[in-house]
């Protein structure tokens, strides 16, 4: 889950590193450093904290060199502190590596260098790489066959970045199960654990497979296998990414931006594909596949956290419109479980980012079986958006919080013209394009209810505990939301199915522990409100999220919250919404880091 970038060219290597840092903080920010090469000395700057504090650090005491690799951490092995910030050298300073991913057998190792009287400064497995290369530069007096010695012996997944006193001309880059992007610039090249930070400089880009060395250097790129040393061509490919709209305007936070920027992206994510007059679903990511489409008669939907609720809000629409059976698993359970697939079945990988390790792994597992796979993914050119076979794209645009909200607005916007592309004479086609229609403008009028939202947000932000809940297309919203307050305000959230409070969950509840019901019409009305009624008899308070201001949940709720009426399958997009500004408005009570939560990273990479 770390950021890292690289670069060699004519160039103050500092300038992209810094800004390419930057760009990657979303893989995490605990501490950040660079390393840069200038006439075979090596100097570094790092800091505890975001990349802001490496700038004013490197503007103290600057580095100069147009050669050099950096990194954001994400801490796994070992505490925030400056000794585990990379880049991480060897004992005599000569080989300094950035790393992404987790060396499995890096104790094994670091016994071994101990016995050959190596010594080690911090707690992280990444230490072990450049003594590693250190030691075998020592037998063979070359930088290349070092670093491929010593990646050999690495067990686990790595992106691997090396920067060498010895070697100017060249950095070196490895990689096994975590991406790694080579920007080819016009006498410079770019390094980015994603292609992100190199989309600012260049459009040809080169993604690494596993297993393979990269020797860049001004010219170009060379990749080797590992193992076999043998030389492999790749062309690059052409990529338009969007590196992200990085002004907040008049907005305090980007989470605040992206869930204003909900209308936009539902529009945006129904643009050209939805033809209303003629009734027509237009997916062009779908259409390499249609035939083969004919035949799937079970989807499974693979994701994580967010797009894991999205991918539950998509098994309800796809079973109710498209008539397929649905299940939705946990990326991390579906990897690993023995689970007998036969050819008819798809599975659809739902990601914001692309990079998520669980969801990778988990499509890895179906290689060679014949399995369709398709995807849901927001970021182009992601890991994930390369691996599938065909896929539709979310166009939300880049999403910056760690908190995921327009990337779930569009995931489930997405479900929606997938399910009715796949539909078989449903006979609410048009009722649901209707409505679809106007969820931008119903979103818009859920944005106008901020204030009273944050009001009632205000109020309940200092309790410890919330239980959210919810029926049918109500409950995954219910999970989703519960996430949304966990992780920006750290109060503890639950989210329930409403027809499981009295298999246990009820016993929470008291005059301390407040329920967030979501309500909204539909034929299930009775049930939430049954439900409802078992809370206010043991004195739970109540927040309600109506679309009915009248409806007896209304009535025994102490706050009420009221949003546009739409049909059941579209109403978590105008829910959600409600349970973000409630998240953000409580978590902005306690003065919590918005943005960037404690211990999240926006894109989780290693498992
Ligand atoms: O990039 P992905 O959609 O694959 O990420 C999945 C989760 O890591 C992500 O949704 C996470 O749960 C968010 N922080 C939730 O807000």
Known sequence: MCGIVGYIGKNEAKDYLLDGLETLEYRGYDSAGIAVLNKEKISTAKTVGRVEHLRKEEAERPVHGSVGIGHTRWATHGGVLERNTHPHHDKSKEFYVVHNGIIENYEEIKEFLSKQGYEFYSDTDTEVVPNLVHFHYQKTGNVLSAFQAAVQTLRGAYALVLLSSHDSENLYAAKLSSPLALGVGKDELFIGSDALPVAGHTQDVVFLEDGEIAVVNTEGYRIVDITTKKSIERATEVIEIDSGDGDLGDFPDFMSKEIHETPATVRSAMLGRLRADEQIVKLGGL????????????????????????????????????????????????????????????????????????????????????????????????????????????????????????????????????????????????????????????????????????????????????????????????????????????????????GEMKHGPLALIDESFPTFAIALSNDMDEKSFSNMQEIHARNGKIVTLVDDKNSPSAKLAQDIIVIPKTIEPLQPLLSSVATYLFAYHAAKELGRDIDKPRNLAKSVTVE
């Not at 697939?341 to 990778?360: F, K, N, P």
């Not at 645009?397 to 990337?407: H, N, R, W």
């Open 287 to 498: 259409e390499l596949v249609e035939d083969q489409l004919q035949f799937i008669d079970r989807i499974i939907i693979i994701a994580c956290g967010t797009s894991y609720y999205a991918g539950m809000v998509g098994e309800y629409l796809l079973e109710e419109i498209a008539g397929i059976p649905v299940e939705v698993q946990q990326a991390s359970e579906f990897r690993y479980r023995q689970e007998p697939l036969s050819r008819s079945t798809a599975v659809l990988v739902v990601s914001q980012s692309g990079e998520t390790a669980d969801s990778i792994a988990a499509l890895k597992k179906l290689e060679g079986s014949g399995i369709l796979k398709l995807g849901i993914v927001n970021a182009p050119g992601s890991t994930l958006a390369r691996m599938t076979d065909a896929g539709v794209y979310c166009h939300a645009g880049p999403e910056k919080a760690v908190a995921s909200t327009k990337a779930f607005v569009a995931q489930v916007t997405v479900f929606v013209l997938i399910a009715l592309k796949l539909a078989k004479n449903y006979p609410k086609f048009s009722e649901v394009v209707k409505a679809l229609n106007v969820i931008p403008q119903q979103i818009e009028e859920v944005l106008k209810l901020e204030k009273d939202i944050a009001k009632i947000a205000k109020e309940y932000a200092h309790h410890n505990d919330f239980l959210y809940i919810g029926r049918r297309y109500a409950y995954p919203v219910a999970m989703e939301g519960a996430l949304k307050i966990k992780e920006i305000s750290y109060i503890h959230a639950e989210g329930f199915a409403g």
